[in-house]
């Protein structure tokens, strides 16, 4: 079966919404319930990318996608989080991630049958694994730079990154952070955006709300693979050069979900 990785480099803020909260925050966004980790599910990331095809003419959307009475030739994975961009006192900002969300991405480079995975590391509470020596800051929390960049990492995510220029910062800007260092950050260092609904007229506020987004430059990835060995071929067409961008999530017409497609394939089991 053929498989394709998807490389999703935020250029916009991003509000996969998830419905209305309970709490503060009334639009927040989604969540995967055992690690609170933002995600795209796959129904969402489907959709975004039916339309595309639909706008584009690249295929057949209900070939490719599905209908009512037939399942597609495409199986659509989540959007899953892999860097997520943390304000710092000490660089402009850091892309951070953690051991457990790397090791889930390598379990999903193994599945997709494609190298390198980066190289296996544990990371104390209060240490990060970064370019760079002695503290680091990362919102208002102090960090302990213990240590080099596993081996493969900034190689293996590279692939992922649409923009060269972008790409080459990989290597100073990412941080390796312990599981639960990282789970603070997102749960509360996300954005939270106030949009409000004016009288006519009178200009006053007739509905005030909050909603969460992810920061621009997050760094996402799904896999999509396909029923038959050529299913993907019209995928491939999806996002030339001219135009490699994909709108996902709410908030359109305000400029917000647009990210920056890059794509890695690979066979795995040969062709079916």
């Not at 319930?33 to 639909?54: C, F, N, Q, W």
């Not at 544990?122 to 240590?147: C, H, K, P, W, Y």
């Not at 996300?190 to 609904?197: D, G, I, K, M, P």
């Amino acid at each position: 079966m053929r498989t394709t990785m998807l490389g999703l480099l935020a250029e916009t803020a991003i509000h996969p919404g998830s419905g209305r909260g309970m709490g503060v925050v009334d639009l927040p966004v989604a969540r995967e319930a055992a690690t609170d980790y933002p995600v795209i599910v796959g129904s969402s990331l489907k959709g975004a990318l039916r339309d595309k095809m639909e706008r584009s003419g690249a295929g057949n959307p209900k070939d490719h996608f599905g209908k009512p009475d037939r399942a597609g030739d495409l199986l659509v994975s989540d959007g899953r989080l892999l860097l997520l961009p943390v304000r710092s006192l000490t660089a402009s900002y850091r892309w951070a991630t953690c051991a457990h969300i790397l090791e889930r991405y390598s379990r999903d480079l193994a599945r997709a049958g494609l190298p390198p995975s980066p190289a296996k590391q544990a990371v104390s509470e209060g240490e990060a694994l970064a370019t760079g020596e002695g503290d680091m800051f990362l919102e208002e929390r102090q960090f302990s730079i213990n240590g080099k960049l596993p081996d493969g990492l900034v190689d293996s995510i590279a692939p992922l990154i649409l923009h060269d220029h972008t790409r080459n910062r990989l290597v100073n800007q990412i941080a390796v952070l312990n599981d639960d260092d990282f789970a603070w950050f997102v749960r509360y260092g996300l954005s939270l955006q106030a949009r409000n609904v004016l009288e006519d007229g009178t200009k006053k506020s007739a509905n005030l709300w909050y909603e969460e987004t992810l920061p621009p430059d997050t760094v996402m990835y799904a896999l999509i693979s396909g029923r038959s060995y050529d299913a993907l071929g019209a995928l491939d067409g999806l996002f030339p050069g001219s135009d490699p961008y994909l709108q996902v999530g709410g908030n359109e017409t305000v400029g917000q979900g647009w990210f920056a497609v890059s794509s890695r394939s690979a066979n795995v089991g040969g062709e079916q």
